[in-house]
């Protein structure tokens, strides 16, 4: 995440030395089995002894130490802040624990054997992130082959097929503002497509998706190498504020350390420092414990979920904070941990808030082990699912709730199955339409429900959805079987198989006519007092 000069790797690496040196002296080491334990409770102790902190400052002085620039510290800081929950996880320490963690927040790390479907959900979420940060943006991620040679999709929440259609394109200066940045190494702006050269082989691809604009930042990795190229595009002429530009070249940096993590364990091992900022800040619980379960550190994440403050949370055996109906199943997961019978787990389990409160978790669990294979100390990623606890329990109880809001909402929901087109629907859209429950249409009839001036858009739009995957919202007018008109909302979706086939057309029906009789009123008030 940030590239250090051999010079200043040189400087950094004397202090590691210098630091653990210092531990050894003050008496940690023969208190603790690992360096990175001892240093750990140093530093803890540091925060709170002035006396030690005066010893540390001396010891500095005396070896003449210099740290890592604070501009780039700085740098670091800044990544944290606008993307805390990715790149703390990214920087994870423990293969199996992350891996767990991905199966909730849909985030691959760690693994050198990360299958595509994973990398592209880390790339997705990053994606997601930097169009909330930018407004009305949309971005897309372009992976570049390993042979550097073609484009590959990365990710794109907001581009449809576009990315697909870019997937295996050649790259080359010439080849879209993507390409240009790829070749180049550097950024490239495109503040106008339609009079851009770059794109002029792209142009109808840019205008079938209402690109207007594009800026393009590669990912580099350590030695300078593409690894994918980060592109924001506007749907209307416009080029990048510095501010703009300040937050896509640290996303692109992100991008490019979470690629080289799927890519190659070694080339992307961080230092402990990088380590315990990830950790101090990650919007997750995570707990560092001994492997006879003491915590050696908590970060401010878990310390919230549980009431207490991190100096509270210091020495304190999980098993006590567990509820007393979880901890048989809690020991027997632990001890087959410790034996070496299983690398990790996942439990579900109740913990004891400072309060007395129960706390709903979901634990991710994995045993850090020394190069003999001895427990070296226990990962657990805590994700708080107490409000989800009481969600599932609030849904089981609001089930008959739901169908009275239906029916007073006038809301109903529909389905066609293909390739068939077999009708199925919901009481309410029996209702709508003036039809007693469990009444049953055709396709045809279901259309033919719509006035005849309206019957062309739905049925477009039905049919775009079937071939494209094209969603719609209408508002248009019917006839119930009674003969009356009404106006209804019309919603649908398409539904695929794990394939990607659309197998089925779902969506919802409204009934809406009091709301437009009542915006009819208004437009006739207004329009007397005008």
Not at 310 to 322: S, Y
């Amino acid at each position: 995440l940030v590239r250090l000069t051999d010079d200043e790797r040189r400087r950094y690496e004397a202090c590691d030395v210098a630091y653990r040196t210092f531990v050894a002296e003050r008496g940690y080491r023969e208190r603790y089995d690992d360096a990175t334990t001892a240093w750990k409770v140093f530093m803890a102790e540091t925060r709170r002894s002035p006396a030690a902190r005066r010893a540390f400052r001396a010891f500095r002085e005396r070896e003449g130490l210099v740290t890592l620039p604070s501009a780039k510290l700085r740098e670091t800081e800044r990544l944290l802040r606008l993307f805390p929950a990715e790149t703390a996880l990214i920087f994870c320490g423990s293969a199996d624990a992350a891996e767990r963690v991905s199966r909730r927040f849909a985030i691959p790390m760690i693994t050198a054997h990360t299958p595509a479907s994973e990398r592209k959900a880390l790339l997705d979420r990053i994606a997601r992130a930097m169009e909330q940060t930018l407004g009305s943006a949309r971005v897309a991620i372009f992976l570049v082959d390993p042979d550097g040679l073609r484009f590959r999709h990365g990710a794109a929440p907001q581009l449809g097929d576009y990315t697909a259609k870019i997937d295996g394109v050649p790259i080359g200066a010439e080849v879209g503002t993507c390409g240009a940045a790829i070749v180049a190494r550097r950024q490239v702006i495109s503040a106008d497509l339609e009079s851009d050269p770059l794109w002029k082989d792209l142009l109808p691809l840019a205008r079938e998706h209402r690109l207007r604009a594009c800026w393009s930042t590669p990912a580099l990795d350590i030695d300078g190498k593409p690894l994918a190229t980060f592109a924001v595009y506007c749907d209307h002429p416009r080029a990048p504020t510095a501010e703009e530009l300040d937050v896509v070249n640290r996303a692109a940096r992100l991008v490019a350390v979470a690629i080289q993590r799927v890519r190659s364990i070694e080339a992307l091992r961080t230092s402990e420092a990088t380590f315990r900022e990830a950790f101090r800040d990650a919007a997750i619980g995570i707990v560092m414990a001994a492997p006879e379960g003491p915590i050696i550190e908590a970060n401010a994440a878990f310390a919230r979920i549980l009431g207490y403050t991190q100096e509270e949370l210091r020495g304190v055996d999980l098993r006590t904070l567990t509820h007393p109906d979880d901890l048989p199943l809690n020991v027997t997961l632990r001890e087959e941990l410790l034996s070496g019978r299983r690398d990790s787990y996942v439990i579900e389990k109740r913990y004891r808030s400072k309060m007395g409160d129960s706390v709903w978790v979901r634990n991710s669990v994995a045993m850090r082990r020394d190069a003999a294979g001895r427990p070296r100390n226990a990962i657990i990623v805590t994700e708080d699912i107490t409000r989800q606890k009481m969600a599932e329990e609030e849904l089981r109880q609001s089930q008959a709730l739901l169908q009275v809001a239906s029916r007073m909402g006038q809301l109903g929901g529909w389905q066609v199955r293909l390739p068939d087109r077999r009708m199925i629907w919901s009481e309410q859209v029996s209702a709508i339409h003036g039809l007693p429950p469990g009444a049953n249409v055709t396709f045809d009839e279901a259309i033919a429900s719509y006035v005849p001036e309206c019957r062309p858009a739905i049925r477009d739009a039905f049919e775009r959805c079937v071939a494209e995957g094209t969603a719609w919202d209408l508002e248009l007018e019917m006839t119930t079987v009674q003969g009356g008109r009404i106006w209804v909302r019309s919603i649908g979706e398409p539904v695929r198989d794990e394939a990607g086939r659309i197998v089925a057309v779902q969506g919802a029906l409204q009934d809406i006519s009091e709301r437009r009789r009542a915006e009819a009123l208004l437009r006739e008030s207004e329009s007397r007092f005008q």
